[in-house]
């Protein structure tokens, strides 16, 4: 075959997806450290399924449609930094493309290269041994060994030959992945990509498959936040994962929801159903217990979204934040926020989360607080993309602590220029850290992680793991307190009770003389606490 027509394009496409699909679950496995976040795999994949939805229905015949298409739709539905990463690959793959009815090998070949550029472009600091590492070496394997008097299954063939050695590669390249074992979890999502488009080139489309999530859902359903949905589908208990407690799921259920119902059919099948504008919260916290079946996500009322009047006069200053718990947003909300977008370390919200956000806060200057780090290139996609006046600027928050005190500094009297200094400036006033279990055995940076022991993380760093998650707090603490420490802000998880709350207060009151304590509930799900210390 000497070319590649829109359709087929397409089908690659469609197929890549699907392929992406039944196999994010061992890219997530591949992830280097042990927190439950289901991280990697899961927002390639929301990312690819969000092009595919796009170029469904089209039916053009010049690859230049499909391919503007497909980027439009994985840039709007981009999560996490290797989403935000995937969708910049195939937007300079369609940029390349314009004029253009079909692919020949070297303009497939040139259309990869511009994917590599706009890639790297989108990373501030590029980190080799990563996805970044494998577009790179596959598009100039292709272009150096490429000729156009190939056949596009040819050029294939090299795609996928260089893309499997390059993975092979990044643990020579990044010393954590060697440490810990594995190759790179992006680099891996890329290459089961190029397989799946490589498959459909060949005749052998890959179809998504039936034994995982089954979306069953309207074409025309709209899932971002601010529309009411009805939630429904089968969970699986896992007895290897988290220990399943019915009355915090109940309580986290009615905090995200109403009307929640859920029958059992086993130990560990459950039926659920609940009406909630926050979908992907709630199937988020629950992963952490199993695995789903028959997923549907319905609208409930027809037009019942929140809408801005376009009418209405903009506000001079907004403040939007990312959390997952209620106690954590009515935090955010006591430190000015505005708008709150749903999501955290299980299910990062989207550039189109974002844009929507931004509309909904309706003022001339926007302040976003990503406050995790795989969140911030889709915020700042999300600022460039605003069209109107609006002066959208992200802060450049890695965690909830940091989120929190950024948010404290801002001063409604003060400009534009100022204040982003000024909550930039704050995030180092504030060292993070957050205890979670752990999701497997494993040896990374001199310590010993056993799966479902508690990991105290400072700044990413694994400074303990033991058995009782208020030992691993105790330890965590003992390492981030200073003598010039002044104030300790503990936000509590939904699996801490109360009762248990007061105790913590307590105990760390008798403990850390002259620093003053602050321990609240955040009811935010896979941290049983995240600690400020400033």
Do not use: W
């Not at 497909?70 to 989403?83: D, E, P, T």
């Not at 974002?354 to 001339?364: E, L």
């Amino acid at each position: 075959m000497k070319t590649i027509s829109g359709q087929l394009l397409k089908s690659m496409f469609i197929s890549a997806a699907n392929n992406l699909f039944n196999h994010y679950p061992e890219i997530d496995a591949l992830n280097v450290f042990p927190v439950p976040d289901g991280d990697t795999g899961m927002n390639m994949n929301l990312t690819m399924t969000s092009g595919a939805k796009e170029i469904y229905n089209k039916n053009e015949e010049d690859v230049y449609s499909i391919a503007k298409a497909f980027s439009r739709g994985l840039l709007m539905g981009a999560r996490g930094n290797s989403g935000v990463i995937t969708s910049q690959i195939f937007r300079g793959f369609a940029k390349a493309l314009e004029g253009k009815e079909e692919i020949t090998p070297y303009e497939l070949a040139e259309a990869l290269l511009a994917g590599k550029e706009a890639s790297y472009r989108a990373v501030m600091r590029p980190v080799e041994g990563t996805i970044l590492t494998v577009i790179r070496e596959t598009s100039d394997a292709l272009y150096q060994q490429g000729e156009d008097e190939m056949s596009v299954e040819e050029c294939f063939e090299i795609i996928l030959k260089e893309a499997r050695e390059s993975l092979e590669r990044t643990p020579e390249l990044l010393p954590v992945l060697k440490e810990v074992g594995v190759v790179d979890s992006g680099g891996a999502g890329l290459v089961t990509i190029f397989e799946g488009m490589q498959k459909a080139l060949l005749g052998e489309f890959v179809e998504k498959s039936t034994e995982g999530q089954t979306i069953v859902a309207e074409k025309e359903t709209k899932l971002e936040k601010g529309y009411q949905m009805t939630l429904s589908f089968l969970l699986i208990k896992d007895g290897t994962k988290k220990h399943f407690i019915e009355k915090h799921f109940k309580d986290f259920g009615m905090h995200h929801g109403y009307n929640l119902s859920y029958t059992t059919e086993k130990d560990d099948r459950m039926n659920i159903k609940v009406q909630t504008l926050h979908p992907g919260t709630i199937l988020a916290y629950l992963q952490q217990f199993g695995e789903f079946e028959n997923i549907a996500i319905l609208p409930l009322k027809p037009g019942s979204e929140e809408k801005i009047d376009p009418n209405s006069p903009k506000k001079k200053n907004a403040i939007i934040a990312v959390s997952a718990g209620a106690g954590l947003d009515e935090l955010f909300k006591q430190v000015g926020v505005d708008v709150i977008v749903s999501g955290g370390q299980t299910m990062n919200p989207s550039i189109q989360d974002f844009t929507n956000a931004i509309k909904k806060a309706n003022a001339h200057n926007v302040f976003i607080l990503p406050n995790n780090s795989n969140i911030v290139m889709a915020a700042n996609q999300a600022c460039e993309m605003i069209e109107d006046d609006t002066d959208a600027r992200v802060i450049p928050s890695k965690t909830i602590p940091q989120g929190l005190v950024s948010a404290l500094v801002f001063s409604a009297t003060s400009n534009v220029n100022v204040n982003f200094n000024n909550m930039k400036a704050a995030l180092k006033n504030v060292s993070s850290g957050q205890v979670t279990f752990s999701v497997k055995d494993t040896d990374i940076e001199g310590i010993h992680v056993t799966k479902d022991y508690y990991m105290g993380l400072r700044d990413k760093n694994i400074v303990t793991c033991v058995k009782d998650k208020f030992e691993a707090l105790r330890n965590l603490l003992s390492d981030m307190i200073k003598k010039d420490s002044t104030l300790v802000t503990v936000i509590c998880g939904e699996d801490i009770l109360d009762n248990e709350i007061a105790d913590i207060q307590k105990d760390l009151e008798n403990n850390y003389k002259g620093v003053q304590i602050n321990v609240v509930s955040g009811k935010q799900p896979v941290y049983s606490f995240i600690v400020g210390v400033e």
